[in-house]
Each structure stands twice: as structure tokens, then as C-alpha cells.
């Protein structure tokens, strides 16, 4: 009995009365029989084959409401925290903005006054920073 490499499932055989080998090493068409083995389908080459179907069960209903409202109460906190976690970072990050907005009304505010002093005597540059500072407290 000789098996055929071209396909898995055959194997060929002599059929009574056959002349011999072609030179390929496979019997003439007309002078052989094909066996199909047991086939296994789902490794069957050539062939379009899908994993088998499960019966059809709705997956839905299937859990308690007790683990559906802990599943819930789990997604709330973990939303929480991310919330918090987002505001604390958004705080940080007006915090350090307000921190350069104050440095940079520093730097304007002491350049103004030293061209102040550029133009006026030291004494009258004091006396104006006193009164802006008292309006500026009146104001806010």
C-alpha cells in the first residue's frame, strides 16, 4: 500500500490485475482505488470549514443584581478617583501658571519703577509706590 503526498486522505492501492509504476511513482488513473481514511475535517485542505456552533443562549440576565451593583460601585469609585486624581493634577498645574503670572506682574511692576527712577528723584519714586499700594488696598 503506497500513501499519495499529495492529499492525506487517499491511499492508493494496486487494483487487481494492475501494470505497475508510472515513472512519478504513482499507478496509472485508470488502475487504482481510492480509499478515503477517516477523515478529520477540520484540518481538511482546500475546503472551507468553520469551528462548529454552540447552541444560541443570551447572555444577558445571567448575572445577579448583587454582582451587577457591586460591578457598579466598583466603576463609581474608580471614577471618583480618577476624577480627583485629574482635579489635583489641574490644580497643580494652575497653581505653577499663577506662580509665573505673579513672577512676571513682579519683574513689569519693578521695571516701571526703575524707569521711574530714572526720571525722578529717589524720594518722590518711593512716595508713589506708598500710594499705589495704599489705592491698590482700597480697591481690592
Known amino acids: 500500500m503506497l500513501v499519495n ?25 485508470s488502475t487504482y482505488v481510492i480509499k478515503i481514511s477517516s477523515i478529520d475535517w477540520n484540518t481538511c ?5 468553520h469551528p462548529a456552533k454552540a447552541a ?5 440576565g445571567q448575572t445577579s443584581y448583587a454582582k451587577r451593583t457591586d460591578g457598579r460601585k466598583a ?8 476624577k480627583e486624581m485629574k482635579d489635583e493634577k489641574e490644580s497643580e498645574r494652575q497653581r505653577r501658571i499663577q506662580a509665573i ?10 521695571e516701571r519703577y526703575e ?4 526720571k525722578m528723584h529717589r524720594k518722590r519714586v518711593e ?3 506708598r500710594r499705589e499700594k495704599r489705592n491698590k488696598l482700597l480697591k481690592s
Do not use: C, H, I
Open 5 to 29: 503526498t499529495a492529499s492525506p486522505l487517499r491511499v492508493q492501492e494496486p487494483a487487481p490485475g494492475a501494470q505497475g509504476l508510472r515513472k512519478n511513482g504513482s499507478y496509472p488513473d
Open 45 to 49: 485542505q482546500g475546503k472551507q470549514w
Open 56 to 60: 444560541f443562549r443570551l447572555k444577558v
Open 75 to 82: 466603576l463609581a469609585a474608580m471614577k471618583a478617583k480618577e
Open 101 to 110: 503670572k505673579d513672577k512676571r506682574a513682579a519683574k513689569e511692576e519693578r
Open 115 to 118: 524707569k521711574l527712577a530714572e
Open 127 to 129: 512716595r508713589l509706590k
